[in-house]
């Protein structure tokens, strides 16, 4: 059974027309860098929805848009040399997934727009200086990741609340992981349980953070928000389940994979958003003055085939919550 739940605009009188509304004669020859933490099968949905909202603006992939991508394939160290790459192409902007890639670029160009999606605190991590007003040549989309960071604790703890520790999968390669660590650290102690940070900073290190959890114990995870882990989302569910590790996790798409629950965006909608932004820059707007989306509407999403091979029964005040349920 599936309950949606769609993004919604969030900042003050902020592109409040609908697409079909604003799509004009699009710019001929435009060329959009996009800057990709993972691989392309990993990111297919982010990518096709952005195309998507490029086509419902009337650019189309050949006759008057080129979209030029690199894809880092897990690896936040290769982002720096990407950007620079796509620098060099003279695009007309450059869509960022994530926060690192939005790093990079910006350490790459301070002329060139730049397009963030799905960027955790932006503001926070020092992307932009509002997000009314977010000045330089970045604007997009940013949601509060240490919010969320706390929902998904307090989800986990719901479910497990006999646990008394969960051990958190960071990326300490991702900016936005260790400002949120105080957050979860705070989170942990109103719950009355123990984090205990566990690293992977690329792909191979997931399995000896994995080898690490089972000589603790690990009885719940909570996996934060990185490209790469996203990336690696069948993997991280595989080592879960042989471990019967409970995991929590940001997007739908990680559950779908395997995981067990999700609470966060509907990302590939907020991607299709991007491509407003993107219109409105090759039409002359400047980055600076476009104020940052929000999400205002979050998924629950738990898969129960998931929770049946790991023994748990998902209480019934979480399954009526949740927006999608994988049986």
């Known amino acids: 059974m599936e309950r949606r739940a769609f993004l919604g605009a969030v900042t003050s009188g902020l592109l409040a027309a609908s697409l ?6 699009a710019q001929k020859g435009a060329k959009i860098g996009v800057l990709v933490p993972g691989s392309s099968s990993a990111f297919a949905d982010r990518i096709d929805a952005f195309r998507r909202g490029l086509r419902d603006l009337s650019y189309f992939e050949g006759p008057n848009v080129t979209l030029e991508y690199r894809f880092a394939e897990g690896r936040h160290e290769r982002l720096p040399d990407l950007a620079r790459e796509i620098v060099q192409l003279n695009v007309g902007l450059i869509l960022t997934f994530g926060t690192p890639a939005t790093h990079a670029a910006k350490q790459a160009t301070s002329t060139i727009p730049i397009v963030m999606d799905g960027v955790g605190d932006a503001v926070g991590v020092g992307l932009v200086s509002s997000l009314a007003r977010p000045g330089g040549n970045i604007t997009g989309s940013s949601y509060l990741a240490a919010d969320l960071i706390a929902k998904r604790l307090q989800v986990l703890h719901e479910l497990l609340s006999e646990v008394s520790e969960v051990t958190i999968l960071v990326n300490p390669a991702n900016p936005l ?14 719950l009355g349980i123990r984090a205990r940070i566990v690293n992977a900073r690329d792909p191979e290190e997931i399995d000896s953070a994995f080898s690490a959890m089972r000589r603790q114990s690990t009885r719940a995870l909570a996996v934060l928000d990185d490209g790469m882990f996203f990336d690696r989302r069948d993997h991280i569910a595989q080592l879960a389940l042989a471990g019967r590790v409970p995991t929590i996790l940001s997007r739908r798409e990680e559950v779908e994979a395997g995981g067990l629950i999700s609470y966060g965006p509907n990302f590939p909608a907020i991607t299709y958003r991007a491509a407003t932004f993107a219109d409105r820059i090759l039409k002359g707007a400047k980055p600076g003055d476009l104020p940052v989306e929000q999400p205002t509407k979050f998924e629950l999403v738990i898969n129960l085939k998931t929770a049946k091979a790991l023994g748990l029964t998902i209480p019934p005040s979480l399954l009526a919550r949740a927006d999608q349920v994988i049986e």
């Open 20 to 25: 079909a509304a604003e799509a004009q004669p």
């Open 177 to 190: 992981h260790k400002p949120q660590l105080k957050t979860i650290e705070a989170t942990a102690q109103s």
